[in-house]
């Protein structure tokens, strides 16, 4: 029994040895050098991606994960910059393991989730907004409101602005917000996917 046992064990590790030599290692950078991938390949098509994969942006890791054929499988851990999970799920089974909930969830039996990093959507807008020279040159400045709106299936449908500052800033706000990967899953109530919405500020500062 003990030698069937070794003979299985030492083929699995073969057998994952013989995996990693099929895979290519690769890393990308943006750039400015301040959001990097590193993933894995199959060397026979590098279109395909195999195995662990992470995402760093300004050195903070805030994704992490794996790919199967492409796919994302197996628990993903999303961080915010402090390093704290903001979410942990399990795409096999499609749950939702841990969530870092900061709004308002009354009457729901899960809220509205961004699949993804919410430090690297602020990275993004942040490293992509452009100060309008109309706004500037008439001292306007201020926070708005963008309403990301999705529907029933985390597919977004509509942007809209909430709060209104000034035209050419809020245009440029939804320029930007526009730029973040949408990934979402809907909001359930009664144990059904329901439409909701998000709310994403965006500062305009004048120096």
Known sequence: ???????????????SVYAQTDLKKITKKDKEKSVQETYY????????????????VNNKKVITGQFSANKETGIWTFY?????????????????????IQNDTSGLDRPMIYLGSLYGARYTVMTNLR?????????????ILIDIFVDKNGE?????????????????????????????????????PIEGKYTFP????LQ
């Open 1 to 15: 029994m003990k030698r069937i046992l070794w003979t299985i064990m030492l083929g699995t590790i073969i057998s």
């Open 202 to 205: 965006v500062v305009f500062v």
């Open 131 to 143: 100060y309008p020279v109309e706004a500037a040159e008439n001292g306007k400045s201020g926070r």
């Open 80 to 100: 915010d910059a402090d390093n704290s999970v903001d979410l942990k799920y399990d795409y096999d089974n499609d749950s939702v393991l841990f969530v870092d």
């Open 41 to 56: 390949v199959l060397k026979t098509d590098r279109s395909v991606r195999q195995g662990d994969y992470t995402r760093f």
């Open 156 to 192: 977004v449908y509509d942007y809209k602005v909430r709060e209104s500052v000034y035209i050419p800033l809020d245009n440029e706000a939804l320029r930007v917000v526009k730029m973040i990967p949408q990934k979402w899953l809907p909001a359930i109530k009664d144990g059904e």
